[in-house]
């Protein structure tokens, strides 16, 4: 039984429903015993549950159709002994018996009992039943039954609404990913040339005092490149990754060229998870660097980072104060200098007063997707996408079953097409390579996201002098994404399939410029060169910008 969602049906029968005495009489009994229901009915109000339940036993031998006596055994079950069994078979007898009985009360436990059945349709019914009931009839009895009544019928809608709606699901192991070791939280580039993950791994050790070597698992940071028509087997990640502090998720930009993860140091007295980043260079990366105070708060939780392309905007989770649970999603933007801002918190379209974490900001730079225990779902945490250009104040969207499920669904990621998600977790026994395995799947077409693909070039000079400069891209409504050529002038970026794209090519000293490219312009696996004109403003004279585009991997 799902832990979310259970609310007991032995947790609805600890009401104490005295006093529901609400006996109709319309079922036809002679006198004598019509007296002896209401005996069995004052004696269960007064708390003698064995006595008013032999009453009624007996007269359900001799009224079998009888509903008003099998309300009452169903109350005497659930104040007697908290005979689950019995509160099933009394209440289903009064509802078999009398469809539309009078009572709110056996709408509310036959409510109960199809919920516990995850018969939620019907659970649903029972429990409006119940409102049309008790609106045109009250009693104290039911009015304190309300909000409860009024939180299954909640959880019921919902979870009626996600088995009518099932989604289409259907992972795959990426065999050369996966590996008889847990893979944990795998990033694929934008550009589908990599994929970066943890992976358990068995190190040897010595102990100082008597000298015995043993073997310790521990959790290591591996890369696989993608070659020709699959991903290559994976290698550990050299320094400066991997010197012995725990380390989490990664993300990189478009260029893969800035790469953003978590470490647990203990930089300030003591253990703490901050978030780090380094530079690819001609070398290789760079040591590592803390991302500083406007990031990482002091005595603070920051992980699970994921950076939009144009590398503009931060996103992660952390348990800083000014938030609106345990663990919020929070974002910080890159100021012009370089320097980061001060993060804010997404605010009640994505964190609520539980826990949220996880997040994945899409290629697209405005769907993100994310895990929460405090959005309604099917188990703990359960994964969630919300667009955060919509306008007013937009809802996540539960991801549906069987994507969640009733254990922690967590870390979900999206190809820059949007057509594709990835993850790492428990494959079916008959398909499993290890523990956890990274696995993909076809991404249902209402949870996909603005679809994306990746455009690289190089901008030069007329005489092809590498040129440094920045390109704004526009699609759509969403906000322009902003990026920065390296030094020898070349880019990544990403153009939406969706809507056209304009791209403005800046640089010092010479006049802005704009490129077209259509959403449905041909396939950039297929190279093009596209030339513009673009004015030195200081000289007049003419250079050219050159964009050399290219799709890889797709």
Same mark, same amino acid.
């Given at each position: ?75 005497? &079950? ?6 689950? =069994? ?36 019907? &659970?649903?019914?029972? #429990? ?33 609404d996600a088995y009518r709606n099932i989604v289409p699901f259907s992972p795959r192991i990426v065999a050369t990913l996966s590996s008889s070791k847990d893979e944990l939280l795998p990033f694929i580039t934008y550009d589908r040339s990599a994929c #970066? ?28 490149? +993608? ?8 290698? =550990?990640?050299?320094?400066?990754f991997n010197q012995g502090d725990p380390e989490g998720s990664m993300t990189l930009t478009a260029d893969n060229q800035e790469l953003y993860y978590s470490v647990i140091r203990r930089e300030r007295g003591y253990n703490n998870s901050d978030l780090y980043f380094t530079r690819r260079t001609a070398q290789g990366w760079e040591p590592i660097?803390? =991302? ?8 603070? +939780? ?27 999603? +929070? ?43 405090? +959005? ?39 190809? &820059?097409?949007? *057509? ?10 008959? =398909? ?8 993909? #799947? ?8 603005? &679809? ?17 400069? *920045? ?75 050159? #964009? ?7």
């Amino acid at each position: 039984m799902n832990l979310r969602r259970v609310i007991l049906i032995l947790v609805g029968c600890c009401l104490a429903l005295r006093g529901t005495s609400q006996v109709s009489y319309t079922y036809k009994m002679n006198a004598t015993d019509k007296e002896r229901l209401e005996r069995a009915v004052s004696d269960y109000e007064r708390g003698r549950y064995f006595k008013s339940a032999e009453l009624l036993r007996t007269l359900s031998q001799k009224y079998p159709d009888n509903p008003d006596v099998y309300f009452y055994l169903g109350l005497n &079950a659930v104040q007697r002994d908290f005979n689950v =069994m019995g509160i099933r078979r009394y209440f289903s007898k009064v509802i078999q018996l009398s469809p539309e009985y009078p009572n709110a009360v056996a709408h509310y436990y036959m409510g109960l009992i199809h919920y516990t059945d995850d018969q939620f349709e019907e &659970a649903v019914a029972d #429990f409006n039943r119940f409102f049309e009931r008790a609106n045109n009839n009250g009693t104290p009895e039911t009015d304190s039954l309300y909000m409860e009544v009024s939180n299954y019928l909640y959880w019921s809608q919902f979870l009626a609404d996600a088995y009518r709606n099932i989604v289409p699901f259907s992972p795959r192991i990426v065999a050369t990913l996966s590996s008889s070791k847990d893979e944990l939280l795998p990033f694929i580039t934008y550009d589908r040339s990599a994929c #970066f993950f943890l992976r358990d791994t068995p190190e040897k050790s010595r102990t100082a005092y008597y000298s015995q070597e043993f073997t310790k698992q521990r959790l290591r940071l591996y890369v696989s490149e +993608w070659r020709d028509t699959a991903y290559a087997p994976a290698v =550990m990640l050299p320094s400066p990754f991997n010197q012995g502090d725990p380390e989490g998720s990664m993300t990189l930009t478009a260029d893969n060229q800035e790469l953003y993860y978590s470490v647990i140091r203990r930089e300030r007295g003591y253990n703490n998870s901050d978030l780090y980043f380094t530079r690819r260079t001609a070398q290789g990366w760079e040591p590592i660097r803390n =991302m500083g105070d406007s990031i990482n708060g002091i005595g603070t +939780w920051e992980s699970q980072p994921s950076i939009t392309p144009d590398g503009e905007w931060l996103y992660f989770a952390s348990n800083r104060p000014g938030g609106m649970g345990g663990t919020d999603i +929070w974002r910080a933007h890159r100021k012009e200098d370089g320097s980061w801002s001060s993060p804010e918190n997404l605010g009640s379209s994505v964190n609520t007063p539980g826990n949220e974490k996880c997040p994945f900001i899409h290629a697209d730079g405005h769907t993100l997707y994310f895990a929460s225990d405090g +959005w309604q779902g099917f188990g703990g945490y359960d994964m969630y996408f919300v667009d955060l250009d919509e306008s007013g104040e937009p809802r996540p969207i539960n991801m549906g079953l069987p994507i969640n499920t009733e254990d922690d669904d967590i870390a979900i990621g999206i190809t &820059a097409d949007g *057509s594709l998600g990835y993850y790492a977790g428990r494959a079916p026994q008959e =398909m499993a390579v290890g523990g956890n395995d990274i696995m993909t #799947f076809e991404l249902y077409p209402a949870a996909r996201p603005e &679809a994306m693909r990746v455009y690289r070039g190089q901008v030069t000079t007329p005489d092809g002098t590498p040129l440094k400069a *920045s390109l704004t891209v526009e699609h759509g409504s969403t906000s322009p994404a902003r990026y920065h050529t390296d030094s020898e002038g070349r880019f990544s970026i990403l153009i939406s399939s969706k809507n056209d794209n304009t791209v403005i090519v800046s640089a010092p000293d010479y006049a802005d410029r704009q490129l077209h490219i259509s959403a449905h312009s041909r396939k950039a696996s297929q190279p093009s060169v596209i030339m513009l004109t673009v004015n030195r403003e200081t000289t007049r004279d003419d250079c050219r910008t050159i #964009f050399t585009s290219k799709k890889n991997n797709e």
